[in-house]
């Protein structure tokens, strides 16, 4: 299913590779008070999408992080299934991302374990 960022055709998260939380976002007033009562309202619910990816090769690995790792702080993600219906769409900006060096067979390097959060703007 493909993955776009800023309308560019990403690598294809791995099976089972996003992961989805809402996350709620309190006032600024929140807090406990003196006997303990917690108090503060939700003012949103913003989406994150946690993406995994399979052993990616460099020139995968370059194409993720020179959007991910760019200086553009806000950008436009889309996941469709198969058919083109869109599973989620949102403004975001991106966590840090992780993943570790292999190096296999015919000196080609992989790199695994690609891992990086999407967060709603």
């Known amino acids: 299913m493909p993955l776009y ?3 560019e055709l990403m690598p294809e998260p791995a099976l089972k590779g996003i992961s989805f939380s809402n996350e709620k976002i309190w006032s600024a007033s929140t807090g406990r008070s003196t006997s303990g009562r917690m108090n503060g309202s ?19 690995l370059n ?15 889309r996941y469709t299934d198969a058919a083109g219906n869109t599973i989620f769409n949102f403004e975001c900006y991106f966590g ?4 570790n060096a292999y190096s296999a067979a015919k000196n080609y390097r992989y790199f695994t374990d690609y891992k990086v959060d999407a967060i709603e703007r």
């Open 63 to 77: 194409k993720l992080n020179n959007v991910i790792d760019s200086k553009t702080e806000w950008h436009t993600i």
């Open 42 to 60: 939700i003012v949103a619910r913003k989406k994150t999408r946690n993406l995994q990816f399979p052993p990616l090769t460099l020139a995968e």
């Open 96 to 99: 840090t991302p992780t993943y």
């Open 5 to 7: 960022i800023d309308n």
